[in-house]
Protein backbone atom coordinates (compact mmCIF):
# COMPACT_ATOMS: atom_id res chain seq x y z
CA UNK A 1 0.00 0.00 0.00
CA UNK A 2 3.39 2.36 0.85
CA UNK A 3 4.59 1.33 -2.36
CA UNK A 4 1.46 2.21 -4.33
CA UNK A 5 0.82 5.65 -2.39
CA UNK A 6 4.31 6.52 -3.28
CA UNK A 7 4.10 5.70 -7.28
CA UNK A 8 0.95 7.89 -6.97
CA UNK A 9 2.03 10.85 -5.72
CA UNK A 10 5.50 10.16 -8.21
CA UNK A 11 2.58 10.09 -10.81
CA UNK A 12 1.14 13.27 -9.89
CA UNK A 13 4.45 15.05 -9.54
CA UNK A 14 5.72 14.43 -13.36
CA UNK A 15 2.03 14.60 -14.80
CA UNK A 16 1.12 18.04 -13.47
CA UNK A 17 3.40 20.81 -14.31
CA UNK A 18 1.34 22.91 -11.03
CA UNK A 19 2.55 19.84 -8.59
CA UNK A 20 5.37 22.06 -6.39
CA UNK A 21 5.82 19.04 -3.86
CA UNK A 22 5.19 15.68 -2.66
CA UNK A 23 3.85 16.94 0.89
CA UNK A 24 0.98 19.90 -1.41
CA UNK A 25 -0.28 16.69 -3.34
CA UNK A 26 -0.61 14.56 -0.32
CA UNK A 27 -2.47 17.86 0.97
CA UNK A 28 -4.47 19.48 -1.54
CA UNK A 29 -4.99 17.03 -4.32
CA UNK A 30 -8.35 15.41 -4.50
CA UNK A 31 -7.55 12.98 -7.14
CA UNK A 32 -4.87 11.27 -4.80
CA UNK A 33 -7.77 11.44 -2.01
CA UNK A 34 -9.91 9.58 -4.13
CA UNK A 35 -7.21 6.76 -5.25
CA UNK A 36 -6.14 6.39 -1.33
CA UNK A 37 -9.88 5.64 -0.02
CA UNK A 38 -10.30 3.40 -3.11
CA UNK A 39 -7.09 1.28 -2.62
CA UNK A 40 -8.30 0.67 0.97
CA UNK A 41 -12.01 0.59 -0.09
CA UNK A 42 -11.08 -2.38 -2.88
CA UNK A 43 -9.53 -4.33 0.06
CA UNK A 44 -12.32 -4.12 1.97
CA UNK A 45 -14.33 -5.28 -1.18
CA UNK A 46 -11.90 -8.24 -1.67
CA UNK A 47 -12.37 -9.41 2.26
CA UNK A 48 -16.42 -9.73 1.31
CA UNK A 49 -17.26 -6.39 3.63
CA UNK A 50 -19.01 -4.94 0.45
CA UNK A 51 -21.56 -2.86 2.10
CA UNK A 52 -18.82 -1.13 4.08
CA UNK A 53 -16.84 -0.79 1.19
CA UNK A 54 -19.80 0.58 -0.92
CA UNK A 55 -20.64 2.79 1.59
CA UNK A 56 -16.66 4.28 1.86
CA UNK A 57 -16.39 5.01 -1.36
CA UNK A 58 -19.84 7.09 -1.02
CA UNK A 59 -18.08 9.24 1.79
CA UNK A 60 -15.05 9.41 -0.43
CA UNK A 61 -17.24 10.83 -3.38
CA UNK A 62 -18.64 13.10 -1.49
CA UNK A 63 -15.56 14.49 -0.22
CA UNK A 64 -13.87 14.45 -3.58
CA UNK A 65 -16.50 14.44 -5.78
CA UNK A 66 -14.99 11.13 -7.62
CA UNK A 67 -16.63 8.45 -7.96
CA UNK A 68 -14.91 4.81 -7.78
CA UNK A 69 -16.39 1.90 -7.23
CA UNK A 70 -14.45 -0.48 -4.83
CA UNK A 71 -14.62 -3.84 -6.98
CA UNK A 72 -12.71 -1.36 -10.08
CA UNK A 73 -8.87 -2.64 -10.41
CA UNK A 74 -6.87 0.02 -10.63
CA UNK A 75 -3.11 -0.59 -10.81
CA UNK A 76 0.35 1.61 -9.75
CA UNK A 77 1.23 5.34 -11.26
CA UNK A 78 -2.78 5.96 -11.40
CA UNK A 79 -3.38 9.98 -11.58
CA UNK A 80 -6.81 11.57 -11.78
CA UNK A 81 -5.88 15.50 -12.67
CA UNK A 82 -8.84 17.51 -10.58
CA UNK A 83 -11.29 15.00 -11.28
CA UNK A 84 -14.48 16.09 -10.24
CA UNK A 85 -17.61 14.53 -12.14
CA UNK A 86 -15.13 11.23 -12.73
CA UNK A 87 -17.34 8.18 -12.39
CA UNK A 88 -15.41 4.94 -12.89
CA UNK A 89 -17.63 1.23 -12.62
CA UNK A 90 -17.68 -2.10 -10.32
CA UNK A 91 -15.71 -3.77 -13.17
CA UNK A 92 -13.16 -1.25 -14.72
CA UNK A 93 -9.68 -2.75 -15.15
CA UNK A 94 -7.10 0.06 -15.48
CA UNK A 95 -3.48 -0.84 -15.79
CA UNK A 96 -0.17 1.07 -15.02
CA UNK A 97 0.73 4.60 -15.26
CA UNK A 98 -2.86 5.90 -16.70
CA UNK A 99 -4.30 9.14 -16.53
CA UNK A 100 -7.77 10.74 -16.01
CA UNK A 101 -8.91 14.31 -16.80
CA UNK A 102 -12.09 15.32 -14.98
CA UNK A 103 -15.85 14.46 -15.58
CA UNK A 104 -14.49 11.50 -17.11
CA UNK A 105 -16.66 8.22 -17.50
CA UNK A 106 -15.54 4.30 -17.48
CA UNK A 107 -19.32 3.35 -17.69
CA UNK A 108 -21.64 0.69 -19.12
CA UNK A 109 -24.03 0.57 -21.83
CA UNK A 110 -26.72 -0.79 -19.78
CA UNK A 111 -28.58 -3.91 -17.56
CA UNK A 112 -25.98 -6.36 -18.53
CA UNK A 113 -24.02 -8.53 -16.00
CA UNK A 114 -20.45 -9.72 -15.81
CA UNK A 115 -17.65 -7.67 -17.56
CA UNK A 116 -19.40 -4.61 -18.40
CA UNK A 117 -17.19 -1.50 -17.71
CA UNK A 118 -13.83 -1.07 -19.94
CA UNK A 119 -10.50 -1.63 -19.69
CA UNK A 120 -7.56 0.13 -19.99
CA UNK A 121 -4.14 -0.78 -20.56
CA UNK A 122 -1.04 0.82 -19.56
CA UNK A 123 0.07 4.71 -20.23
CA UNK A 124 -3.45 5.30 -21.30
CA UNK A 125 -4.16 8.95 -21.05
CA UNK A 126 -8.06 10.04 -20.98
CA UNK A 127 -9.04 13.55 -21.85
CA UNK A 128 -11.69 15.31 -19.95
CA UNK A 129 -15.41 14.42 -20.10
CA UNK A 130 -14.76 11.37 -22.13
CA UNK A 131 -17.02 8.59 -22.08
CA UNK A 132 -15.83 5.18 -22.32
CA UNK A 133 -18.62 2.77 -22.19
CA UNK A 134 -18.94 -0.88 -22.11
CA UNK A 135 -16.98 -3.95 -21.58
CA UNK A 136 -14.26 -2.62 -24.37
CA UNK A 137 -10.34 -2.17 -24.32
CA UNK A 138 -8.36 0.79 -24.91
CA UNK A 139 -5.07 -0.56 -26.11
CA UNK A 140 -1.76 0.25 -24.50
CA UNK A 141 -0.39 4.23 -25.06
CA UNK A 142 -3.40 5.42 -26.46
CA UNK A 143 -4.85 8.77 -26.07
CA UNK A 144 -8.58 9.42 -26.16
CA UNK A 145 -9.17 13.17 -26.92
CA UNK A 146 -11.81 15.25 -24.77
CA UNK A 147 -15.12 14.56 -24.88
CA UNK A 148 -15.10 11.47 -27.10
CA UNK A 149 -17.59 8.64 -26.88
CA UNK A 150 -15.89 5.38 -27.20
CA UNK A 151 -17.77 2.75 -27.98
CA UNK A 152 -15.10 0.15 -30.06
CA UNK A 153 -12.18 -1.45 -29.23
CA UNK A 154 -9.19 0.90 -29.86
CA UNK A 155 -5.58 -0.57 -31.11
CA UNK A 156 -2.47 0.56 -29.21
CA UNK A 157 -0.58 3.79 -29.54
CA UNK A 158 -3.94 5.30 -30.81
CA UNK A 159 -5.09 8.82 -30.58
CA UNK A 160 -9.16 8.77 -30.98
CA UNK A 161 -11.06 11.68 -30.75
CA UNK A 162 -15.23 12.62 -31.51
CA UNK A 163 -18.37 11.34 -30.97
CA UNK A 164 -18.97 8.38 -31.95
CA UNK A 165 -14.68 8.12 -31.99
CA UNK A 166 -12.49 6.92 -34.57
CA UNK A 167 -8.49 6.96 -34.56
CA UNK A 168 -7.07 9.77 -35.78
CA UNK A 169 -3.58 8.64 -34.86
CA UNK A 170 -2.20 5.23 -35.24
CA UNK A 171 1.15 4.29 -34.17
CA UNK A 172 2.69 7.94 -33.95
CA UNK A 173 1.42 8.53 -37.80
CA UNK A 174 -1.39 10.65 -37.85
CA UNK A 175 -4.78 8.75 -40.11
CA UNK A 176 -7.05 11.80 -40.00
CA UNK A 177 -6.42 15.99 -40.09
CA UNK A 178 -7.81 16.44 -36.69
CA UNK A 179 -7.94 20.15 -35.15
CA UNK A 180 -10.24 20.95 -31.65
CA UNK A 181 -10.13 24.63 -33.07
CA UNK A 182 -11.67 23.43 -36.65
CA UNK A 183 -15.64 22.46 -35.97
CA UNK A 184 -16.16 21.99 -39.94
CA UNK A 185 -13.59 19.65 -41.68
CA UNK A 186 -13.78 18.87 -44.95
CA UNK A 187 -12.30 15.35 -43.81
CA UNK A 188 -14.79 14.68 -41.31
CA UNK A 189 -16.30 12.01 -42.82
CA UNK A 190 -20.12 13.36 -41.45
CA UNK A 191 -19.02 16.07 -43.28
CA UNK A 192 -17.98 14.45 -46.28
CA UNK A 193 -20.97 12.33 -46.73
CA UNK A 194 -22.98 15.81 -46.34
CA UNK A 195 -20.68 16.88 -49.39
CA UNK A 196 -21.38 13.81 -51.68
CA UNK A 197 -24.83 13.95 -50.92
CA UNK A 198 -24.80 17.99 -52.23
CA UNK A 199 -23.04 16.97 -55.28
CA UNK A 200 -25.59 14.66 -56.00
CA UNK A 201 -28.82 16.71 -55.43
CA UNK A 202 -26.41 19.48 -57.57
CA UNK A 203 -26.02 17.06 -60.64
CA UNK A 204 -29.84 15.57 -60.35
CA UNK A 205 -30.86 19.30 -60.77
CA UNK A 206 -28.22 20.25 -63.46
CA UNK A 207 -30.12 17.02 -65.55
CA UNK A 208 -32.91 18.20 -65.24
CA UNK A 209 -32.16 21.99 -66.40
CA UNK A 210 -30.97 20.47 -69.32
CA UNK A 211 -33.71 18.19 -69.80
CA UNK A 212 -35.89 21.40 -69.43
CA UNK A 213 -33.98 23.49 -71.03
CA UNK A 214 -34.90 25.19 -74.99
CA UNK A 215 -38.73 23.53 -74.07
CA UNK A 216 -40.53 25.58 -71.39
CA UNK A 217 -37.41 27.17 -70.17
CA UNK A 218 -37.40 26.70 -66.58
CA UNK A 219 -37.70 23.52 -64.50
CA UNK A 220 -41.20 22.07 -63.28
CA UNK A 221 -40.61 23.95 -59.66
CA UNK A 222 -42.23 26.22 -58.20
CA UNK A 223 -40.15 28.75 -56.25
CA UNK A 224 -40.45 28.96 -52.58
CA UNK A 225 -42.24 31.78 -51.59
CA UNK A 226 -39.96 33.32 -48.91
CA UNK A 227 -41.97 36.78 -47.97
CA UNK A 228 -45.31 35.32 -47.29
CA UNK A 229 -45.34 31.59 -45.38
CA UNK A 230 -49.09 31.61 -45.62
CA UNK A 231 -48.87 31.71 -49.59
CA UNK A 232 -46.74 28.71 -50.27
CA UNK A 233 -48.71 25.96 -51.33
CA UNK A 234 -49.18 22.64 -48.97
Known sequence: MACQLLRDIRAARERDPAARSNLEILLCYGGLHAIIAHRINHVLWRWGLRLLARWLSQVSKFFTGIE???????GNGFFID???GTVIGETSEIGDNVTLFQGVTLGGTGKERGKRHPTLED???VGAHAQILGSIT??????????AVVLDDIPEYCTVVGRKAFVARRDGERVY?????QAMRAEDPAIQHLISRLE???ERVATLRAQYDGT???LPIKPINTSDPSESSP
Open 200 to 202: DVE
Open 216 to 218: TGE
Open 123 to 125: DVT
Open 68 to 74: IHPGATI
Open 82 to 84: HGT
Open 177 to 181: DFRHD
Open 138 to 147: IGKGSVVGAG
